[in-house]
């Protein structure tokens, strides 16, 4: 059993499943930064000045946000 800490639900939820501490913060920031460069690439293909393209580079990233949380998409590439 690991205990929580701070807003790292998706670290936990993983390594609770997998019985390990098999993931760490790091970890899964390194994914959901390769997960933004791979979705920047698929946006590009429409065009470097399209309206939707320059909307998505501008917001933050959809995969991890500042307070350590991670979308579904981070933890489905980790395991």
Known sequence: HEQQVMSMCGVHCLNSLLQ???FTEVD????AHELDRREREVMAEG?????DYLRFVAADSQNVSDEGNFSIQVLSEAL
């Not at 899964?28 to 994914?31: A, D, E, K, V, Y």
């Not at 065009?47 to 309206?51: P, R, T």
């Open 20 to 22: 390990a501490n098999a």
């Open 28 to 31: 899964l920031s390194q994914i």
């Open 47 to 51: 065009g470097l000045q399209n309206e």
